[in-house]
């Protein structure tokens, strides 16, 4: 399964950006599927993830109300929203897909996207 992530770029404080996560080579649709996100010069963390029938989402205390997460799996995408867009949410963003539940550790993924960056100017 390799998965891509979409929609990252310079935005500004307040925006309201949207990133989207695309499988191809498989489904993920029996997976929770995550997103990480990676600022300069710090360590990878956990943002938010979904279980694999998109009942329950799990969410990093840093964006808990802001982001959103939904998934279609019968287009293979999870699309990540984010809302009221900081300069701390400034970062690398990754999806990642695994047979796990609601898990925020890196180690618990098996498939990783490329990451795509989100620049949030002050």
């Known amino acids: 399964v390799q998965l891509q992530a979409f929609g990252g770029g310079l935005v500004q404080t307040g925006d309201s950006p949207r990133l989207s996560c695309a499988a191809s080579g498989g489904t993920v649709s029996r997976y929770t599927v995550a997103w990480f996100r990676q600022a300069p010069g710090r360590e990878r963390e956990f943002a938010a993830a979904?279980?694999?029938?998109?009942?329950?989402?799990f969410y990093a205390d840093s964006v808990k109300g802001r982001f959103t997460l939904s998934r279609d799996n019968a287009k293979n995408t999870v699309t990540l929203q984010m809302n009221s867009l900081k300069p701390d949410d400034t970062a690398v963003y990754y999806c990642a897909a695994g047979p796990v539940y609601g898990s925020s550790r890196i180690g618990s993924y098996d498939y990783w996207g490329q990451g795509t960056l989100v620049t949030v100017s002050s």
């Open positions: 979904i279980d694999w029938m998109g009942f329950t989402t």
